[in-house]
């Protein structure tokens, strides 16, 4: 079997990973790149419109030789623009010529090379570059002298231009997050307020996990107004100007809260049992830990990019760790089932298991829908819409979580007609046969 070259499995990687990973928090980046004897270096994906604008700075440029090759000619390294669709014809020139410099290729926007520079110590380049064909684009820095080190700090600053000429930060497919994040605020906020409002007029059957759940339906609401000024920022200047951190410290409470509470109603706390098993308090001291790695690889790849050494590792321990998370809270709900059906069989409550069996099931649904339409239906999305609408992938999974949100908070609402606070005894019969009748298999 043919080995195949370095370039081309790292366009691949390159390729496959910036299908699924969010766009970067700023739009303009500043980074240093010290002894980097990698071929391609790939610093950030966007999409342009045919206003779009490229500008690439370059300083304190220094090139380290091989012994074999002590005088590396400087048009063997330099940047370049690559569109999805040249991606393929990319790696077929490589493939059948491992030699290939795809400085040399047809399929690629040149924009300069280190010939271009100006000479030491002084060396430094800065230029932009109008991007005439709409499309998305990778900036690559591509160095064709085999093993070959390279230090420099680099600023990048990709637009596009509106009609009344100011400049705007965000790819063409994430222009209108700000709006779409902002909407989704006032969402939440109307359903805090009604959520409260339910609680308030039935103080009686209020337990500890509701006022979890407004805690929630709060983190929720600050981490879409930090999104959406996050978003908002980076839109009309380029930088979050600090939103960025109030997102992440948002958005960590938030998914630690959206476990927990999913964990808790699963286990029945507060409303079925005062107290957690110790395999319920495991799970809980797997899961949050677990959340804090994942909220850090999510971190290091927002506020990086592909440019780091190790920025693969940290998306492939950030899909790890969320598809452990994903999978562990199911279990609580599960042994919950199993817990009941056994009861069932003994303490003489037909109706009142039989509806308790019944709602667990049909939250076992959807968290398992939630969880799929989140991580693969939204993933299927970023993959395959045009760049131009990558915003319905965002739009679609709020769409959804707010859906998951309202079912969620429905069915275990703290009314004392609440399937598991009043079942008329007259049930009792039916429900018997019911339970002898259904395994409540999942």
Request: charged residues 15%; hydrophobic residues 45%.
């Amino acid at each position: 079997m043919t080995k195949m070259p370095l370039p081309v499995v790292f366009l691949l990687f390159a390729a496959a990973l910036l299908a699924v990973i969010p766009p970067s928090t700023a739009e303009i980046k500043s980074l240093v790149i010290s002894d980097d004897a990698r071929p391609m270096i790939l610093f950030e994906k966007f999409g342009f419109t045919h206003t779009g604008h490229v500008t690439v700075s370059v300083s304190s440029v220094s090139v380290v030789p091989t012994s074999s090759d002590p005088n590396p000619e400087p048009s063997r390294l330099g940047f370049f623009l690559l569109s999805e669709e040249s991606l393929l014809q990319v790696l077929l020139e490589i493939q059948q010529n491992p030699r290939f410099c795809v400085l040399d290729s047809h399929y690629v926007t040149h924009l300069f090379t280190f010939r271009d520079l100006s000479p030491p110590p002084n060396s430094r380049f800065n230029q932009s570059y109008p991007v005439t064909s709409p499309n998305e684009y990778s900036l690559f820095f591509a160095n064709c002298v085999p093993e070959t080190k390279v230090s420099m700090a680099v600023r990048t600053e990709m637009y596009n231009k509106d009609p009344n000429g100011s400049k705007d930060y965000l790819p063409a497919g994430s222009t209108q997050l700000p709006t779409l994040y902002s909407f989704f605020f006032l969402c939440y906020v109307t359903f805090l307020g009604y959520w409260s409002y339910t609680c308030w007029t039935n103080k009686r059957v209020v337990h500890r996990i509701h006022l979890l759940m407004a805690g929630l339906l709060l983190i929720k609401s600050l981490n879409l107004i930090c999104a959406a000024e996050d978003k908002h920022y980076v839109k009309i200047t380029g930088t979050p100007h600090g939103w960025d951190i109030l997102f992440y410290i948002f958005q960590f409470i938030r998914v630690v809260l959206l476990f927990t509470v999913i964990i808790l109603i699963g286990t029945g706390w507060s409303f079925l049992k005062p107290f957690l098993q110790e395999k319920e308090k495991n799970v809980l001291i797997i899961v949050i830990p677990l959340q804090v790695l994942a909220n850090i690889a999510s971190i290091v790849i927002g506020e990086t990019g592909p440019f780091i050494k190790d920025w693969v590792t940290w998306n492939q321990v950030f899909l790890l760790v969320d598809i452990i998370c994903c999978c562990a809270i199911i279990f609580p709900i599960v042994w919950s089932i199993r817990s009941l059906r056994e009861t069932s069989k003994t303490d003489g409550k037909a109706a009142r298991n039989l509806s308790k069996l019944t709602l667990f099931r049909q939250f076992y649904i959807v968290v398992i829908g939630y969880l799929y339409f989140t991580r693969i239906v939204v993933f299927a999305l970023k993959t395959i819409a045009a760049y131009k609408y990558q915003w319905v992938s965002f739009a679609a999974e709020e769409i959804v979580s707010l859906v998951f949100y309202v079912i969620m908070f429905y069915m275990f609402r703290p009314e004392e007609k609440n399937e598991y606070f009043a079942v008329d005894d007259d049930e009792e019969e039916a429900a018997a046969l019911a339970l002898r009748d259904e395994e409540f298999e999942l």
